[in-house]
Structure formats: structure tokens, C-alpha cells
């Protein structure tokens, strides 16, 4: 528990509520995603910033295990502008504001937000359940991970550790 973000009158993770609540009041978020038992945000001023259950086999990208009941920043420095993770298997991705892809998870064997080795840059990204695809600045289609069904569009059903193309037919 401890996902909402908020502590109760004594100081412990408010597991549940019946109508919303205020996190991280007065900072304001252009994105935010959620995971089975915990969120992270992109602020406006571009932090990632995640809270909720930290355990190896679902990080939140600090480095860290213990619980975080209050938004943290996650990956200092660096700028994002958007989030996105699988929602129950503790995999997530962040495109930074610079247009690289950083994942983390256990499908990506970090527990920190790590880049791939391709240069390419890219502008929107999405995930999946152990999959992802992001959109190249160049229009292009990308996608990674699980490829057991053919999801990641490239004609085969190898899993892949790296963006590849998707192939559209002609």
C-alpha cells in the first residue's frame, strides 16, 4: 500500500480513499502515470517525480527499496517531458525533454532510469504489458520488449532489448 502518496492524521500510508485527495499540493504535473501499486508524474517543470511501493521487482527508479508515501524525484538532472508504465509488471519508461528514451524494471534489469544505445530521438512513447513503442522525430514507429504475439510490428516474435521498426506493408 502507501500508493496514494499521502500520510493519515498519524503519520502512516493512507492506503485507500473514497473521494480524491491532494498530492504534492501547489506542484503542478503535465503528465502522470500509474503502475498496480504506485504513480509517477512529470511536473511542468519537468521532474520525474514517482511514490508508492519500491521493491526490486517493481522500482520506482531511485536506487532504492523502501516505501515512498510522498512524491520523490526520480533521475535528478535530467528533464522529462512524459511517462509511461506497464501496469502491473514494475516496468516503466520516460522520454526526456531532449527526446531520449529511459527505462527501468526488471524487464530492463535497472532499477534506475537507464538510455538505450540508439541515437535516435523521439516525441511521444507508450507501454504496454512488457512491451513499449515510441514515435521517432522523425515520424518512424519503434517498439521494444515482449514479442511473443508479433506486438512489436517488426515480422518476427523475437523479444527485443532495443527499439526496432515497425515494418508497415506496402
Not at 1 to 26: F, I, K, T, Y
Amino acid at each position: 500500500g502507501g500508493a496514494l502518496g499521502m500520510l493519515d492524521s498519524s503519520g502512516n500510508p493512507m492506503l485507500e480513499a473514497l473521494s480524491p485527495l491532494e498530492v504534492d499540493s501547489g506542484t503542478p504535473y503535465r503528465s502522470i502515470g500509474l503502475g498496480w501499486t504506485q504513480a509517477c508524474g512529470v511536473t511542468e517543470a519537468g521532474m520525474l517525480k514517482c511514490w508508492g511501493v519500491n521493491t526490486p521487482e517493481n522500482p520506482l527508479g531511485d536506487g532504492l527499496n523502501a516505501l515512498v508515501t510522498t512524491p520523490k524525484p526520480v533521475d535528478e538532472g535530467t528533464k522529462y517531458q512524459e511517462f509511461s508504465s506497464s501496469l502491473s509488471l514494475g516496468d516503466k519508461c520516460g522520454l526526456t525533454q531532449a527526446g531520449a528514451l529511459k527505462c527501468w524494471g526488471p524487464k530492463y534489469g535497472s532499477d534506475v532510469p537507464k538510455g538505450f544505445s540508439a541515437s535516435k530521438t523521439y516525441t511521444r512513447l507508450s507501454h504496454g504489458e512488457g512491451h513499449a513503442c515510441a514515435l521517432t522525430t522523425e515520424g518512424g514507429l519503434e517498439c521494444w520488449g515482449d514479442n511473443s504475439a508479433g506486438q512489436l510490428g517488426d515480422g518476427t516474435k523475437e523479444a527485443r532489448s532495443e527499439p526496432v521498426a515497425v515494418v508497415f506493408p506496402d
